[in-house]
């Protein structure tokens, strides 16, 4: 689990594509923190520490992360977001991210107004359903507040220093992103679901867990 607030920008050094990817980054910070087996998010994609050397740090992604985030679009230079995994009594600055990416979006446009900027995403109907004004999403693993939303998309604003502490300030139009809505919508519409079916989740159940 992780929080949405980026520690550092890593640069790609290689992906290696077979029948598991091998992808490895430079990192200075992450690198000099992280052990093999630990959780790290790449552009808001949970992956596990397979080896560390000279500052770079390897990971594996079977063919199921690679069709459904942008991990496959990686070459050697582009820079990716990282975050450690959110250790028990941590500081919760952003919101509860998964690592588990929802979807790919793709990059509207990019209104610069003074030194912040507005960015519109398109996304899939998927991501969408959970997506609500003035709540949290996580894109390429930046914890953001949605400023709109309609029938294809939403904007997001970008203070300066997620400009140039993220990836995002250097994103164009078309550029894809991966997509993560807040894990606290989809229990939600479970519990919802489960109750209009006439599942053991009782009226009562529901009170007791905090979600009527």
Known sequence: MFTGLVEEIGVVEALQVGAVARLRVRSELV???VSVGDSVSVSGVCLTVTSLANSCISFDAVPETLARTTL?????GDEVNLERSLRAGGQIG??????HVDG?????????????AEMRIAAP?????????KGSIAVDGVSLTITSVDDSGFSIALIPHTLNSTTLGKKCVGD???LE?????????????????NSHLTTEYLHEVGFL
């Open 31 to 33: 690198a000099s923190e």
């Open 72 to 76: 496959c679009d990686l070459k050697s």
């Open 94 to 99: 952003g919101h509860f991210v998964m690592g």
């Open 104 to 116: 790919v979006g793709t990059v509207q446009s990019m209104k610069r107004i003074a030194n912040s």
């Open 125 to 133: 109907q998927n991501v969408l359903r959970y997506v609500v004004e």
């Open 176 to 178: 894809r992103v991966n």
């Open 181 to 197: 809505a807040d894990i606290i919508g989809k229990y939600v519409e479970k519990f919802l679901k489960c109750r209009e079916g």
